[in-house]
């Protein structure tokens, strides 16, 4: 699963860690997040979209 995470972010001007405190999460769990390397769970997705003021199939992207 491809996302947009680190575009959206940045878009709102956040930092790594500003974004994971609002989600009650890690700074390295936002960068595995961002490198493809970690697949957030469907309640950490969806709190992702929410923060980002986005739906969750505009911020994660599901591969064939």
């Known amino acids: 699963m491809k996302n947009r995470v680190r575009e959206l972010r ?4 956040l930092t790594q860690e500003e974004f994971a405190n609002g989600l009650g999460v890690t700074r390295q769990t936002i960068i595995a997040i961002e490198n493809d390397k970690y697949n957030p769970t469907l309640v950490l997705a ?8 986005e739906p969750v199939e505009s911020v994660f992207i599901l591969e064939q």
């Open 10 to 13: 940045k878009q709102l001007n």
């Open 46 to 53: 969806i709190k992702i979209a929410r923060l980002l003021n």
